[in-house]
């Protein structure tokens, strides 16, 4: 039996992971399970698993539901994420949480020795050295949910990097594959929510029609299995059937598929080194007769490139990327800028900043607080100029 703290309950990671807990009771028993302020589903999945210990990041939130709810403890406030963490009632952590708040809690996990079901990729994007670092001295153990580090993970099985010589990533394309870049400047969130093939919580929907995701994930390939950058590429496959393929010394090529349901590297995420039988669904031969491979365009991917150059500047870049895209995709689901706007704002962001001084925790969450600061100064130029 493993004890899990789910952090991000709520989202669209977490219900997948709530799904996994209650067909898998015998195996996953969940201890505690935080979310930002939807109190009314973090209390109903609770009574759903009979889960006693709680928290919400908003206060006014943790307030209603100790108002409403008294079938166990409400923690709050962004500390309350890190005490689950850290609790020693759980041996694995799932960190859905969005965004670099979920950088403390997955810290603070490691730090204790845990295994860490990792989908927040934020936290490697902003502290993949770091964090890499605490593991090794902890024992702890960051495993990928992330569908396309799942598949390197599984296709690895363990080989030492040197015996790689290209890990190649998957990317859908996202909604706006076959349009053309200058079409799409005024797309209403609507339209860019619309994702071809996965359903999820809408920033990294977003961030999948700019690229951005992409280029999050090979920031999160080079920390996750301490590749090089220039041995992880991108291709575009629009079917999201192959996640992964990892390219051997020797020429042989092996390659991670499954249907499109993050419920399959999820429950790796906790059976590992074990697989559990799954009734979760199945890929037929038939399906792969129509699957299309072909490299990413330039001109459509400019979140691809962005991340490339903040990783190549190391520091504290890619959390300022991170940080400039968050701002910039809530102001744009805020109909406060246009889809076309993301990217050049985020850009200057980057090319603003200046890293100083060693990388700790505390730089990094400083370059996160700057970048955010920068990003709306940029944004109410642009829109009154
Ligand atoms: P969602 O937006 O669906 O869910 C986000 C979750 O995080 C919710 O439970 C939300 O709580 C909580 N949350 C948001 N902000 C905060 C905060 N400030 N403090 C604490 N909790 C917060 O996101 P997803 O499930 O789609 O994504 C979660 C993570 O997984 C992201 O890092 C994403 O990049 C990654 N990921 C997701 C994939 C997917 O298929 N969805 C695929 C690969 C990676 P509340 O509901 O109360 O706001
Ligand atoms: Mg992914």
Redesign the pocket.
């Known amino acids: 039996m493993i004890r899990v703290a789910l952090l991000?309950?709520?989202?669209?990671?977490?219900s997948a992971a709530l799904d996994l807990a209650g067909a898998y009771r015998d195996r996953i028993r969940i201890v505690s399970l935080?979310?930002?302020?939807?109190d009314a589903?973090l209390t109903r999945a609770a009574d759903g698993l009979g889960v006693r210990r709680i928290a919400l990041?908003d206060a006014e939130a943790a307030r209603r539901a100790r108002d409403r709810w008294k079938n166990g403890e409400v923690l709050e406030g962004e500390s309350a994420?890190t005490a689950l963490a850290e609790d020693g009632e759980a041996d694995v952590v799932i960190n859905?949480?969005?965004?670099s708040?979920?950088l403390k809690p997955t810290v603070s996990a490691l730090s204790r020795g845990k295994r860490v079901a990792l989908?927040?990729?934020?936290s490697v994007v902003l502290a993949g050295e770091l964090l890499t670092a605490v593991a090794k001295r902890s024992g702890g153990m960051m495993i990928p949910?992330?569908?396309e580090h799942s598949g390197v993970f599984q296709c690895l099985a363990g080989r030492p990097v040197s015996d790689v010589r290209r890990v190649t990533l998957t990317a859908s394309g996202g909604p706006f594959l076959r349009r053309d870049p200058r079409t799409t400047l005024d797309s209403t969130p609507e339209e860019v929510l619309k994702h071809p093939t996965?359903s999820?919580?809408?920033?990294?929907t977003v961030d999948c029609a700019t690229l951005v995701n992409k280029g999050f994930e090979v920031i999160e390939a080079r920390w996750l299995f301490d590749l090089p950058p220039d041995r992880v590429d991108v291709v575009i496959h629009p079917q999201s059937i192959v996640h992964a393929l990892v390219e051997f010394v020797d020429g042989s090529i092996v390659a991670q598929l499954s249907v499109p349901d993050?419920r399959l590297p999820l429950l790796f995420a906790l059976s590992y080194p074990e697989r559990w039988t799954s009734e979760l669904p199945r890929l037929g031969v038939a399906d792969l007769a129509t699957l299309t491979f072909e490299p990413p365009d330039p001109d459509r991917c400019p979140g691809l490139a962005l991340a490339r150059r903040a990783l190549t500047a190391g520091g504290t870049a890619p959390a300022v990327l991170n940080a400039a895209d968050e701002e910039a995709v809530r102001l744009f689901l805020d109909r406060k800028i246009r889809f076309g706007d993301l990217m050049p704002l985020v850009e200057e962001v980057l090319t603003a900043h200046r890293p100083e001084g060693p990388l700790t925790l505390e730089s990094i969450l400083e370059a996160d607080r700057w970048a955010r600061g920068r990003l709306h100064e940029a944004a109410a130029h642009m829109t009154r100029g």
Do not use: Y
């Not at 991000?8 to 977490?14: F, L, M, R």
């Not at 859905?96 to 965004?99: E, P, S």
């Not at 999820?200 to 990294?204: F, K, S, T, V």
């Open positions: 991000g309950a709520t989202g669209s990671i977490g935080a979310a930002r302020s939807n589903a990041v994420l859905a949480v969005v965004g708040i979920g989908a927040n990729k934020e949910v992330d569908s996965w999820m919580g809408e920033r990294i993050m």
